[in-house]
């Protein structure tokens, strides 16, 4: 049950954000205090990875771990806009609870299960986070009268699509692994909820976020860790890959871009010609990436120079599930919002090298 805890009570825009304990969801809650947003954040801190980085993160937010129990909201011992609730969002009760208690106006659906690779050895979390939860984010989204659900979706979507750079405007009917089939299966949800309710939606593809706070199964920890380790990285497809890494620091600007700007009915749209893009509902898909694909032993070379060592690596096939290329068409968000990312890998990397020596070291 949501405790009867005093909602927060202000006339700033009040914001649901799904996933905050997680890596974007983290960065995400500390942009929207810094700009005077009220933000309650939910996650369910599984054991996906370790559960200890995400109650870190949730200090840095005055969130402290003692404090948190099952469904009942906390209130940030740092910041007056900010109370956090541990919950799972197939929990259908808890989350209806959730938006009877506080008057939401805008939600940014984090949350997730992720991971390409894990998706092969428990399918079932998916379908429970990703579709079950995603339902039940939509539902109370067109019950309450939300002004705007931006919401998480993936690069991994594209799949066997070969055209580069990957555009929205392309049909992505090929997943490779059953995490980009949920990603795709939102998008496909909330467009039927614009369509019938009225509910504008905005689904934002991110293309390989890094950063400070970044998630243990992604390259750069999983590299980091081996590196200071002096253990062998795994280097796939015997380095024969790019990808479109993308500095948190921009995906979060563009995301905050984004929030505040509802979608809207294209009048144009044609549906002789159907745009996957967006739709004559209230209804939009970005890309949100650096849109400046690097190659895999490139990155290798950067984060060496990052961190000050060599790293000893292993070469290895394609793994299951995995792309070999990604490359982000960002060029409508960058008509429509001024989007410009300008952080570069090099820059990115020794940031999260600083972050990681001073939280692990």
Known sequence: MVSSVRPIQNNKSLILVTGAAGFIGFHLVKRLLHDDWQVVGLDNINDYYDINLKYARLKELGIERNNISKNAPVRSLLHNNFSFVRMNLEDEVGVLQLFDTYQFQYICHLAAQAGVRYSLENPMAYINSNIVGFTNILECAKNYDIKHLVYASSSSVYGLNAKMPFSTHEGTNHPVSLYAATKKSNELMAHVYSHLYNLPTTGLRFFTVYGPWGRPDMSPMLFADSIMQRKPIKIFNHGNMTRDFTYVDDVIEGMMRVINRP??????????????????????????????????????????????????????????????HTFSDVSDLKQEFDYRPNTSLKEGLKQFAKWYRAYYF
Not at 274 to 286: K, L
């Open 263 to 324: 979608a809207n009915n294209n009048a144009a749209w044609d549906s002789n010609f159907p745009d996957p893009a967006d739709s004559s509902a209230p209804y939009r898909i970005y890309n949100i990436g650096n849109s400046s694909p690097v190659r895999l032993m490139d990155y290798v070379e950067t984060m060496e120079n990052a961190f000050g060592k060599q790293a000893i690596k292993i070469f290895l096939p394609m793994q299951a599930g995995d792309v070999q």
